[in-house]
């Protein structure tokens, strides 16, 4: 049997000699103390992400990118909710979580968050920066982030930026290569390309069809369906013009086609085979990275890793911190809390990151204490590690506040009220 919390207004309780009640109040306290600042709270995360990278990384070190729109419709008391339209009729209501999350790219495992931006309808609430500009796109701000976290990230590695298919901009790419950020982009059929090799300017689409199914790569699991991972590349320049938004001196937002430099770059089609040899889905990418010591199969592989960032959204949503759930009404006092869950999610995924034999034994026993159903062939995820890690705290707790022979007394107590004889 297993409960799940869902009214998360405030921390979940530790047992300790604290009153829950003096527990609220002190997290609310923290959490609206002007004092305690954004960037105050994030710089021991990003101080530990440089020795992460060090310890999992090899020549690269992969920066996921992506946003999560957080769903408050039901929250009326919370400050500067924002409201769009998702389809015609649909109303989403609630703030934008923007994340840049670090990953290996050796093994794909998840390091740290490196940026988190909040966006309401009057605030952009940032890791990052005090004065970022909510006229920004979504691209627009990613780009500064980049440029921001090459500066402040102290590594020799080379940071390469995955994004999905929001990142098929043309003014994009061109920012990032002006600024000599390496990229794995998705892109979509419809964006044409000139292609070298017939001189051709064609669409994304068409080109991909052009070339053979490729190398194969390795075996997944996509939709509960096993299939093969095959890949296959060739050169390609990026000459059209690009769609921007500009503003004029009233303030207006009008769409302007710009020219700009040709990038040369390599157009990867990464194919999902079931056993049957269908193909259920297909990835088309765009890289800047022209050394061909990073092989196809390389490129294919870390945006397979891309996924890492859907977990850990899903990891502060719906299987571990109920983020839609939480009752705090001033979003920076929200976006501090989120903040200190990130140090949560750093320390699970250093326990889940350790090779050693001792790191094996705790991840075994904190599945064990989590009591979660773990599929067979794997063995922990994030979440049973979270909630394993919980219960032992609260263990701890229990151990300080009783004595063996109290514990014994309630274990009696219990049992008789059930009615069974010891």
Same mark, same amino acid.
């Given at each position: ?23 609220v109040?002190?997290a609310?306290?923290?959490y ?7 960037q105050?709270?994030?710089d ?11 310890k ?7 920066m ?6 957080l769903?408050? &419709?039901?929250?009326?008391? #919370?400050?500067?909710l924002?409201?769009k339209? !998702?389809? +015609? =009729?649909? *109303? ?13 790219d ?13 966006k ?20 627009e ?15 020799d590695?080379?940071?390469?930026h ?12 061109r ?34 069809r &052009?070339?053979?199914?490729? #190398?194969?790569v390795?075996?997944i699991k996509? !939709?509960? +369906? =096993?299939? *093969? ?39 990867v ?16 990418l765009?890289?800047n990275?022209?050394?061909k ?8 592989t870390w945006y ?11 990891l ?17 006092a ?9 140090y ?20 075994k ?14 063995d922990f ?6 909630t ?16 063996r ?10 049992v ?7």
């Amino acid at each position: 049997m297993s409960v799940q919390e869902r009214a998360t207004n405030g921390l979940k309780l530790l047992m300790g000699g604290v009153e829950p009640f003096s527990q609220v109040q002190a997290a609310w306290r923290f959490y609206n103390n002007k004092n305690v600042t954004i960037q105050g709270l994030f710089d021991p995360i990003l101080e530990d992400l440089e020795k992460e990278v060090e310890k999992h990384c090899g020549s690269y070190v992969l920066m996921m990118s992506d946003w999560s729109h957080l769903d408050y &419709k039901h929250h009326h008391a #919370k400050k500067e909710l924002t409201t769009k339209n !998702k389809r +015609e =009729n649909t *109303k989403q209501i609630g703030y934008d979580l923007q994340t840049t999350l670090a990953v290996s790219d050796i093994s794909g495992v998840p390091i740290s968050p490196v940026v988190h931006n909040l966006k309401t309808d009057e605030n952009i609430y940032s890791t990052y920066s005090d004065n970022i500009d909510s006229k920004l796109t979504h691209l627009e701000e990613l780009a500064q982030r980049a440029t921001w976290i090459k500066k402040r990230l102290s590594t020799d590695k080379k940071i390469v930026h995955i994004v999905d298919r929001e990142s098929d901009s043309v003014a994009f790419m061109r920012e990032l290569h002006k600024e000599g950020h390496c990229f794995v982009l998705r892109v979509k059929n419809n964006s044409k390309l000139y292609y070298p090799e017939e001189k051709i300017d064609i669409k994304q689409g068409e080109l991909a069809r &052009k070339l053979p199914l490729g #190398k194969e790569v390795q075996r997944i699991k996509y !939709k509960k +369906e =096993n299939v *093969k991972i095959y890949v296959n590349e060739c050169d390609v320049e990026v000459q059209r013009n690009a769609n921007k938004f500009v503003y004029d001196s009233e303030g207006k937002k009008k769409l302007e086609k710009t020219s700009g430099d040709s990038i040369k770059a390599r157009f990867v089609v990464e194919r999902l085979v079931n056993d049957e040899g269908n193909v259920i889905a297909q990835w088309l990418l765009i890289t800047n990275i022209m050394d061909k010591e990073v092989k196809t199969q390389t490129l294919a592989t870390w945006y397979y890793y891309r996924w890492k960032i859907e977990s850990y959204f899903k990891l502060l949503k719906s299987s571990g911190f109920n983020l839609e759930q939480w009752q705090q009404e001033e979003p920076r006092a929200l976006f501090k809390r989120l903040l200190v869950v990130s140090y949560a999610c750093v320390l699970v995924w250093k326990i889940a990151n350790d090779s050693s034999e001792n790191a094996n034994k705790i991840r075994k026993f904190l599945v064990q204490l989590s009591g979660k159903l773990i599929e067979k062939g794997t063995d922990f995820t994030h979440p049973a590690l979270l909630t394993g890690l919980w219960s032992y705290l609260q263990i701890m707790d229990v151990i300080d506040l009783f004595t063996r022979e109290e514990l014994l007394d309630i274990k009696k107590e219990l049992v008789q009220i059930m009615g069974f004889d010891i």
